[in-house]
């Protein structure tokens, strides 16, 4: 990678700039103390700003939980969400009716389409040990033409999702998670049928890199033109082409070149972002992305008239019991769990 390739550095924080197709990225990573039994801190909640608490006080967040971190119902409307959670879990409900407990290493895509309402809660499962909790949560826009199909969810369980284990020449490893697109052979699960990832052209990919100390590993280019963000979001850095890039650093770089990596004297990690650009306008409103201003007041108008279908639950904030097992409700009662 020369200087030309790259468009920009920045810091990282909880929210991490992105580009299109992609419109939101988030690290959250909270170090929770031990559960209450109620899956809630067996801390004080003293001092925080509960329903808006993302101060990072002692380490970790309430977010808009109350009792149990996380997300209490709201609604979505015009793009995806992608979760990957790497450790603690999340408790997914949505209007449709559908559930799920999901989390170490497991990958969560919501299509919101026309609009979907759903909870995304942090449930604290250990009362002896702390409750450490990482994920991403990224946003992938939806093109105008799928900007109204029906909402789902997919689960993907850790087991099924793709790992690739390359080796330099010195023998050091640096393994690659597919959660979108392809690295060499490795093929991400199918993603929904209307993602924009879907489309063989779309060339997006959401990998997760992980370098042991001294590794080597090419970023092969893209397809097709467009822009990809490499994301060094622990404490190591790397060498990123002729660069020093330090842990904590976001880059902007031209998709249609190769990128080497080469980790320092301490295991490195990041995450890649790339796709080929959806190139329409992109009108937003908080959960609402729509293409013009227009679609925005309808998502407005639909969701005071309809709630988007409704809250099938007595509360805003749903979790799904004390045992740790990970599970799928769907909408038509179907129950999936990960395989043995």
């Given at each position: 990678?020369?200087?030309?390739?790259?468009?920009?550095?920045?810091?990282?924080?909880?929210?991490?700039?992105?580009?299109?197709?992609?419109?939101?990225?988030?690290?959250?990573?909270?170090?929770?103390?031990?559960?209450?039994?109620?899956?809630?801190?067996?801390?004080?909640?003293?001092?925080?700003?509960?329903?808006?608490?993302?101060?990072?006080?002692?380490?970790?967040?309430?977010?808009?939980?109350?009792?149990?971190?996380?997300?209490?119902?709201?609604?979505?409307?015009?793009?995806?969400?992608?979760?990957?959670?790497?450790?603690?879990?999340?408790?997914?409900?949505?209007?449709?009716?559908?559930?799920?407990?999901?989390?170490?290493?497991?990958?969560?895509?919501?299509?919101?389409?026309?609009?979907?309402?759903?909870?995304?809660?942090?449930?604290?499962?250990?009362?002896?040990?702390?409750?450490?909790?990482?994920?991403?949560?990224?946003?992938?826009?939806?093109?105008?033409?799928?900007?109204m199909a029906e909402?789902?969810?997919?689960?993907?369980?850790?087991?099924?999702?793709?790992?690739?284990?390359?080796?330099?020449?010195?023998?050091?490893?640096?393994?690659?998670?597919?959660?979108?697109?392809?690295?060499?052979?490795?093929?991400?699960?199918?993603?929904?049928?209307?993602?924009?990832?879907?489309?063989?052209?779309?060339?997006?990919?959401?990998?997760?890199?992980?370098?042991?100390?001294?590794?080597?590993?090419?970023?092969?280019?893209?397809?097709?033109a467009g822009e990809?963000?490499?994301?060094?979001?622990?404490?190591?850095?790397?060498?990123?082409g002729n660069q020093?890039?330090?842990?904590?650093?976001?880059?902007?770089?031209?998709?249609?070149?190769?990128?080497?990596?080469?980790?320092?004297?301490?295991?490195?990690?990041?995450?890649?972002?790339?796709?080929?650009?959806?190139?329409?306008?992109?009108?937003?409103?908080?959960?609402?992305?729509?293409?013009?201003?227009?679609?925005?007041?309808?998502?407005?108008?639909?969701?005071?008239?309809?709630?988007?279908?409704?809250?099938?639950?007595?509360?805003?904030?749903?979790?799904?019991?004390?045992?740790?097992?990970?599970?799928?409700?769907?909408?038509?009662?179907?129950?999936?769990?990960?395989?043995?």
């Amino acid at each position: 990678m020369d200087t030309a390739s790259l468009l920009a550095r920045f810091p990282l924080d909880l929210h991490w700039p992105t580009t299109d197709p992609f419109l939101f990225c988030a690290h959250h990573h909270d170090r929770y103390p031990k559960g209450d039994g109620a899956l809630g801190p067996a801390a004080t909640l003293g001092g925080r700003d509960l329903g808006q608490d993302f101060a990072g006080k002692d380490g970790w967040r309430m977010y808009h939980g109350r009792h149990v971190p996380g997300f209490p119902q709201h609604p979505h409307r015009g793009f995806e969400t992608i979760t990957i959670v790497r450790s603690g879990f999340c408790d997914h409900s949505d209007s449709l009716g559908a559930q799920a407990r999901f989390g170490a290493g497991d990958v969560q895509w919501v299509t919101a389409g026309r609009g979907i309402v759903h909870a995304e809660m942090f449930p604290l499962l250990r009362v002896d040990a702390d409750n450490p909790l990482e994920l991403f949560q990224v946003w992938l826009n939806l093109p105008r033409a799928e900007k109204m199909a029906e909402p789902s969810f997919t689960m993907q369980w850790r087991e099924q999702v793709p790992v690739k284990t390359v080796r330099d020449p010195a023998g050091r490893a640096a393994t690659i998670t597919v959660v979108a697109g392809a690295f060499e052979e490795a093929r991400a699960l199918p993603p929904p049928p209307h993602s924009w990832a879907a489309r063989p052209d779309s060339d997006v990919a959401v990998w997760l890199l992980r370098l042991e100390p001294g590794a080597r590993l090419t970023l092969p280019r893209a397809r097709r033109a467009g822009e990809r963000a490499l994301y060094l979001y622990g404490s190591a850095g790397a060498r990123v082409g002729n660069q020093r890039v330090g842990g904590g650093t976001g880059l902007r770089l031209r998709a249609d070149s190769d990128v080497p990596l080469e980790a320092g004297p301490e295991p490195c990690e990041a995450l890649v972002l790339q796709g080929a650009p959806i190139g329409e306008p992109v009108a937003q409103y908080g959960p609402f992305v729509m293409t013009t201003r227009e679609e925005i007041e309808a998502a407005f108008r639909d969701y005071r008239a309809t709630g988007f279908g409704g809250w099938p639950f007595h509360d805003d904030d749903p979790v799904h019991g004390t045992k740790a097992r990970r599970f799928a409700r769907h909408p038509d009662g179907r129950v999936e769990r990960p395989p043995e």
